[in-house]
């Protein structure tokens, strides 16, 4: 844009410049203003309320205006942390079965011939664009006991006795994987399509063998897209309700599960569930604050 | 030579885990579609050829009554929420803005927070304000979740704007209005598209953040088949499902313009 003032130019011009920024200035608030405002107050003052009523006390339905540090020493007691522990396990299983079935699916995509490279994107899409609930309850059907999976392993012999996969622990963490994969494979599919591959093959001419030139030089310019589909994986399956909900069992309850019983059942506990989600928040919040400091330190170490 | 072998492997191997990737995508999803044509009220094995689910679906009047309730909140969300996306990028255009850093705050987070807590603490909001829950409710808490990713899927595209364009107008002496309408906001369709398509789909999507902020009487259609799951009364969801699924084959196999730019705004 050549509507900024040039060097040299009269005190007059200057001011002018100055007015003239401070036109743009105002015109940037009065454009941001909506979103300013309705993130304001239908996200920021929300948490406030979190806040506040996680130090109240519980009632049947509502919540009663005295201070209680209750719903924190019951947060952080024993019972819950395990209730925090089995979230993150979960979250964590998920990522890496994501990260290994996808790498190789987005490497394959990205070194495909353009035409095909499309039409490669589109079969991940389509599930990713598919009504979450539909393909949680595409599950139930498949693994059922009753289910097309048992009809077919018995019909074929491989089994006699149905097997119980619906309601586990096993195939929470299958269809999580399922709801998730594209999630990943996506951004790692972004940063693959713009790697230069004949970095690849400069380093293999200089005697690196294969693997050594994978991990020395794809995964090292892949970090980003293995970050940004990590977090994109991570961060909602840390919070999941629906498929724990839908497939597991009701023996081992998920962060996601506890917090919504508490709002949703009656008696409710409020207090409860805003500590529970404030301390997930704290945990999400020193997780992203410590990828922070390793992001900075590491774009500080490259340019040395 | 023996390189080669080595990198066919590496090749074969992605391969096959790209194979097994797709079945492990798409059988849940044609199992589905096959078995909305089973004549059987629980879930079992193949009973024979039927149609009546489809018809008992088209009978179902609360399943048309969250049909139009979800088609009624993404529309309006979508609405809403692109018209203060553009905007908002318009205004952040401009990188002197002293209200960027807070702004950027405040559009970035909430993607990084897992989504159960904005409905929990939308949840609170409405209990404290002692607002009662329905449509409304839900309207607003979509348009909060659009929000972010609309301001970003614009942004990204006026990032490689070409303001060539524009001074070419503006030395050919054409008003800032005529500029904005007849030049700009052209050049802008394609992401305003994207982000319009992505709140839709995160609208029509969205199970947990509208559990928490819709009261008793208006279900969105996951609302509605996720207590119908829960009730085990499945039988018209095989065929709500296989519709829904033959809808986004539509928006994004049928729709040559919309899959392009679909795949140019990942």
């Known amino acids: 844009?050549?509507?900024?003032?040039?060097?040299?130019?009269?005190?007059?011009?200057?001011?002018?410049?100055?007015?003239?920024?401070?036109?743009?200035n105002l015109a940037s608030w009065a454009l941001s203003a909506p979103a300013l405002f309705w993130l304001i107050v239908f996200f920021l003052v929300p948490y406030i309320i979190v806040v506040i009523y996680s130090f109240l006390t519980p009632d049947i339905y509502d919540v009663n205006f005295e201070f209680s540090l209750?719903?924190?020493?019951?947060?952080?007691?024993?019972?819950?942390?395990?209730?925090?522990?089995?979230?993150?396990?979960?979250?964590?299983?998920?990522?890496?079965?994501?990260?290994?079935?996808?790498?190789?699916?987005?490497?394959?995509?990205?070194?495909?011939?353009?035409?095909?490279?499309?039409?490669l994107l589109i079969f991940i899409i389509i599930p990713f664009w598919t009504n979450l609930i539909i393909r949680i309850f595409s599950w139930r059907i498949f693994l059922a006991y009753n289910g097309v999976l048992n009809d077919v392993l018995i019909s074929s012999g491989l089994i006699s006795q149905p097997l119980e996969i619906m309601r586990t622990d096993l195939a929470v963490v299958l269809?999580?994987?399922?709801?998730?994969?594209?999630?990943?494979?996506?951004?790692?599919?972004?940063?693959?399509?713009?790697?230069?591959?004949?970095?690849?093959?400069?380093?293999?001419?200089?005697?690196?063998?294969?693997?050594?030139?994978?991990?020395?030089?794809?995964?090292?310019?892949?970090?980003?897209?293995?970050?940004?589909?990590?977090?994109?994986?991570?961060?909602?399956?840390?919070?999941?309700?629906?498929?724990?909900q839908l497939v597991g069992n009701q023996k081992s309850l998920y962060l996601g599960q506890v917090i919504t019983y508490k709002i949703?059942?009656?008696?409710?506990?409020?207090?409860?569930?805003?500590?529970?989600s404030l301390t997930l928040l704290f945990f999400v919040a020193v997780l992203l604050f410590g990828l922070f400091i390793l992001y900075k330190h590491q774009k500080a170490r490259r340019k040395v | 030579m023996k390189k080669l072998s080595i990198s066919r492997f590496y090749t074969g191997m992605n391969l096959t885990i790209f194979s097994l990737?797709?079945?492990?995508?798409?059988?849940?999803?044609?199992?589905?579609?096959?078995?909305?044509?089973?004549d059987a009220?629980?879930?079992?094995?193949?009973?024979?050829?039927?149609?009546?689910?489809?018809?008992?679906?088209?009978?179902?009047?609360?399943?048309?009554?969250?049909?139009?309730?979800?088609?009624?909140?993404?529309?309006?969300?979508?609405?809403?929420?692109?018209?203060?996306?553009?905007?908002?990028?318009?205004?952040?255009?401009?990188?002197?803005?002293?209200?960027h850093k807070a702004l950027s705050a405040l559009i970035y987070i909430p993607l990084v927070i897992p989504d159960i807590l904005m409905g929990v603490s939308l949840a609170l909001l409405f209990n404290f304000t002692r607002v009662n829950t329905g449509m409304i409710t839900v309207l607003i808490a979509h348009i909060t979740f659009c929000i972010s990713y609309t301001v970003i899927v614009i942004r990204s595209r006026l990032e490689g704007f070409d303001y060539s364009l524009v001074e070419a107008a503006m030395d050919?002496?054409?008003?800032?209005?005529?500029?904005?309408?007849k030049v700009k906001l052209p050049l802008m369709l394609p992401g305003i598209i994207a982000a319009a398509l992505l709140a839709f789909t995160l609208s029509i999507d969205d199970f947990i953040i509208t559990f928490f902020t819709s009261g008793r009487g208006f279900d969105t259609l996951?609302?509605?088949?996720?207590?119908?799951?829960?009730?085990?009364?499945?039988?018209?969801?095989?065929?709500?499902?296989?519709?829904?699924?033959?809808?986004?084959?539509?928006?994004?196999?049928?729709?040559?313009?919309?899959?392009?730019?679909?795949?140019?705004?990942?």
């Open chain 1, 1 to 24: 844009m050549n509507r900024y003032p040039k060097h040299g130019q009269s005190e007059q011009d200057n001011t002018l410049a100055l007015k003239a920024a401070s036109r743009r």
């Open chain 1, 70 to 119: 209750a719903a924190y020493r019951q947060a952080l007691s024993p019972q819950y942390l395990s209730t925090f522990f089995l979230s993150f396990r979960l979250a964590i299983l998920t990522t890496i079965l994501c990260l290994l079935l996808g790498f190789p699916v987005a490497y394959f995509i990205a070194r495909a011939k353009d035409k095909t490279k499309n039409t």
């Open chain 1, 175 to 244: 269809v999580m994987v399922y709801v998730y994969l594209p999630y990943m494979i996506l951004p790692l599919y972004s940063v693959l399509e713009k790697l230069d591959f004949t970095l690849l093959h400069a380093a293999m001419d200089l005697g690196a063998n294969e693997i050594k030139a994978f991990f020395r030089i794809t995964l090292p310019l892949c970090a980003e897209g293995i970050f940004a589909g990590s977090l994109l994986v991570f961060i909602p399956a840390l919070g999941a309700y629906l498929i724990p």
């Open chain 1, 264 to 276: 949703k059942n009656i008696p409710r506990n409020w207090p409860m569930a805003s500590a529970l």
């Open chain 2, 21 to 38: 990737v797709m079945v492990f995508l798409y059988i849940p999803i044609i199992i589905l579609i096959i078995y909305s044509f089973n």
């Open chain 2, 41 to 99: 009220k629980i879930i079992t094995g193949w009973k024979g050829f039927t149609l009546k689910y489809y018809i008992q679906l088209w009978d179902n009047d609360s399943i048309r009554q969250a049909f139009s309730n979800t088609m009624l909140i993404a529309g309006l969300s979508t609405f809403i929420s692109t018209v203060i996306g553009v905007l908002t990028a318009l205004g952040m255009e401009n990188k002197q803005f002293s209200g």
């Open chain 2, 172 to 181: 050919l002496g054409a008003k800032p209005a005529v500029i904005f309408w």
């Open chain 2, 222 to 266: 996951p609302i509605y088949v996720e207590g119908t799951i829960r009730r085990g009364t499945i039988t018209t969801i095989n065929s709500l499902s296989t519709l829904m699924i033959g809808f986004t084959l539509f928006l994004v196999v049928v729709t040559k313009r919309i899959r392009k730019i679909l795949i140019s705004s990942l």
